[in-house]
């Protein structure tokens, strides 16, 4: 890349801030799916990423299918966030058992480490292809891949399989971590230029005024966001009583304010999904891919 920017290779100028907000977590449940849709068609969010092994999916699902301008990726899921949670695989589970805890439950978050330890990478592809072909059939087209707690993958043959994936079925893949940012980066493929912002490392009390502040700092290049947009309900507070709830419904309330609009406006901060990025991930040509060819449902502003 010559030492240009992400956002360069996109067709921007040097000095444009621009910034993909990505609402993580689609379809874990109904609150978490009205959240992130809200998020983008009344907020400044751009995309969002669906966990397809989830029991909000099939909702999820149909919501994209109703509204076919909302960018979205496939979060690839391997783990579930709590022990109360049944999230199962969608490979026959004796098809993908170095995927599995010894009640044959998906590991939960906290015992990820096991699960790199033990995972067989065919058995992770046989289950990552089941999560893209599950959005296939569902009649949708994704922009990108993504990982669900398992940053870049968790593991080097992992980040590869899902690259190799991402080729074959011509979509993008978030990369944020040093060492996958410095691989990508090395083939010519964009990912972020800064370090990546995931919305629960963020204190959940003066959540809005940091991420004011976080935008006023905003450098040039391409920046992203992961955020976790949910509504303060019973169905939340029942899934995350830990509190997991209270930074979703933080990271809502802020991406639908109009502060968060003034904002963007005043510090003339360009945001964009995924679309720009598949092109040029994909094979297309690097010179239609960036400022030019942003349209206004490539944007927060449509």
Same mark, same amino acid.
């Given at each position: 890349?010559?030492?240009?920017?992400?956002?360069?290779?996109?067709?921007?100028?040097?000095?444009?801030?621009?910034?993909?907000?990505?609402?993580?977590?689609?379809?874990?449940?109904?609150?978490?799916?009205?959240?992130?849709? %809200?998020?983008?068609?009344?907020?400044?969010? +751009? +995309?969002?990423?669906?966990?397809?092994?989830? =029991?909000?999916?099939?909702q999820?699902?149909?919501?994209l299918?109703?509204?076919?301008?909302v960018?979205?990726?496939?979060? /690839?899921?391997?783990?579930?966030?709590a022990?109360?949670?049944?999230?199962?695989?969608?490979?026959?589970?004796?098809? &993908?058992?170095?995927?599995?805890?010894?009640? *044959?439950?998906?590991?939960?978050a #906290?015992?990820?480490?096991?699960?790199?330890?033990?995972?067989?990478?065919?058995?992770?592809?046989?289950?990552?292809?089941?999560?893209?072909?599950?959005?296939?059939?569902?009649? /949708?087209t994704?922009?990108?891949? %993504?990982?669900?707690?398992?940053?870049?993958?968790g593991?080097?043959? &992992?980040f590869?399989?899902?690259?190799?994936?991402?080729?074959?079925?011509?979509?993008? &893949?978030?990369?944020w971590?040093? *060492?996958?940012?410095?691989?990508?980066?090395?083939?010519?493929?964009?990912?972020?230029?800064?370090d990546?912002?995931?919305?629960f490392?963020?204190?959940?009390?003066?959540?809005?005024?940091?991420?004011?502040?976080? /935008?006023?700092? /905003? =450098?040039?290049?391409?920046?992203?966001?992961?955020?976790h947009?949910?509504l303060d309900?019973?169905?939340?507070?029942?899934?995350?009583p830990?509190?997991?709830?209270? &930074?979703?419904?933080? #990271?809502?309330?802020?991406?639908? +304010?109009?502060?968060?609009?003034?904002?963007?406006?005043?510090?003339?901060?360009?945001?964009?999904?995924?679309r720009?990025?598949?092109?040029?991930w994909?094979?297309?040509?690097?010179?239609?891919?960036?400022?030019? #060819?942003?349209?206004?449902?490539d +944007?927060?502003?449509?």
């Amino acid at each position: 890349m010559d030492g240009a920017t992400s956002s360069q290779l996109l067709g921007f100028p040097p000095d444009a801030r621009v910034l993909i907000v990505n609402c993580d977590d689609l379809g874990m449940h109904e609150s978490v799916n009205v959240a992130v849709i %809200d998020a983008i068609e009344e907020g400044i969010a +751009s +995309s969002c990423s669906v966990m397809v092994p989830c =029991p909000g999916a099939s909702q999820a699902l149909r919501m994209l299918r109703a509204r076919p301008g909302v960018p979205f990726g496939i979060h /690839l899921t391997l783990v579930r966030d709590a022990d109360h949670l049944r999230w199962g695989p969608l490979s026959a589970k004796g098809t &993908v058992a170095s995927l599995l805890d010894e009640r *044959g439950e998906l590991f939960t978050a #906290d015992r990820r480490e096991e699960l790199l330890a033990r995972a067989r990478p065919e058995e992770v592809e046989r289950e990552f292809r089941a999560q893209i072909e599950a959005v296939a059939d569902a009649g /949708l087209t994704p922009t990108h891949l %993504d990982w669900h707690c398992l940053a870049d993958g968790g593991r080097e043959d &992992v980040f590869e399989l899902t690259v190799a994936l991402a080729g074959e079925y011509g979509l993008a &893949v978030r990369v944020w971590l040093d *060492g996958g940012r410095r691989t990508a980066r090395g083939r010519g493929l964009p990912v972020t230029d800064h370090d990546f912002l995931d919305s629960f490392a963020l204190d959940i009390d003066g959540k809005a005024a940091r991420y004011a502040e976080l /935008l006023r700092a /905003l =450098p040039p290049g391409l920046s992203e966001w992961a955020v976790h947009p949910g509504l303060d309900d019973a169905r939340s507070r029942a899934a995350e009583p830990g509190g997991g709830w209270r &930074v979703r419904h933080g #990271d809502h309330a802020f991406l639908t +304010s109009a502060r968060a609009r003034e904002l963007l406006a005043e510090e003339g901060i360009v945001v964009i999904d995924y679309r720009p990025l598949r092109r040029i991930w994909a094979g297309g040509d690097r010179r239609d891919a960036g400022a030019a #060819d942003v349209t206004p449902s490539d +944007s927060w502003g449509r």
